[in-house]
């Protein structure tokens, strides 16, 4: 079934906001009754050996405003963090032409501005073995200078 009009939320809200006023006045009322009747309690018992609440004097209510204190949180002591572990150098890399036959083997490799001479002998190679080869480039690890300088170094005083 449908409605024959829209739900006004406005509206809603007022009646509820209404409701919960008026609760919470009723509640509020009915505790300071709750106070006011333990308070005749405290007078009925004046036999007692307790003193009065008023002559008890000002510390009384010094203790009442007083907030009770929290009970302090532990600390928790934390592990000290473990140190990274170092990146692994990046090894820099450079493209040379391989020639690739029918199984993906790699044949020969040309460096790459010698595109040429890597069709080349992948046409020869077609010809002469009646197989397809191909050419693709290839990423290898770059050799750095430097290395190869202290190879030689090192090679050069072991000789002597």
Same mark, same amino acid.
């Given at each position: 079934?449908?409605?024959?009009?829209?739900?006004?939320?406005?509206?809603?809200?007022?009646?509820? /906001?209404? +409701? @919960?006023?008026?609760?919470?006045? %009723?509640?509020?009322?009915?505790?300071?009754? $709750?106070? *006011? =009747? #333990?308070?005749? /309690?405290? +007078? @009925?018992?004046?036999?007692?050996? %307790?003193?009065?609440?008023?002559?008890?004097? $000002?510390? *009384? =209510? #010094?203790?009442?405003?007083?907030?009770?204190?929290?009970?302090?949180?532990?600390?928790?002591?934390?592990?000290?963090?473990?140190?990274?572990?170092?990146?692994?150098?990046?090894?820099?890399?450079?493209?040379?032409?391989?020639?690739?036959?029918?199984?993906?083997?790699?044949?020969?490799?040309?460096?790459?501005?010698?595109?040429?001479?890597?069709?080349?002998?992948?046409?020869?190679?077609?010809?002469?073995?009646?197989?397809?080869?191909?050419?693709?480039?290839?990423?290898?690890?770059?050799?750095?200078?430097?290395?190869?300088?202290?190879?030689?170094?090192?090679?050069?005083?072991?000789?002597?």
């Amino acid at each position: 079934m449908a409605r024959k009009r829209t739900m006004n939320r406005m509206a809603m809200r007022t009646e509820f /906001d209404e +409701e @919960e006023r008026t609760t919470e006045e %009723e509640e509020e009322k009915d505790e300071d009754e $709750d106070e *006011d =009747e #333990e308070g005749d /309690d405290d +007078e @009925e018992a004046d036999g007692d050996d %307790e003193p009065p609440a008023e002559a008890a004097g $000002d510390d *009384d =209510e #010094e203790a009442e405003v007083k907030p009770k204190k929290k009970p302090k949180k532990k600390v928790v002591v934390k592990a000290p963090p473990k140190p990274r572990a170092r990146a692994s150098k990046v090894v820099r890399m450079k493209v040379v032409w391989g020639v690739f036959n029918n199984s993906n083997q790699q044949v020969e490799t040309f460096p790459f501005p010698e595109k040429a001479d890597a069709d080349a002998k992948a046409a020869k190679l077609m010809a002469d073995k009646k197989a397809t080869h191909f050419v693709q480039p290839v990423k290898q690890p770059l050799e750095e200078k430097e290395k190869d300088d202290k190879e030689k170094e090192k090679e050069k005083e072991k000789k002597k």
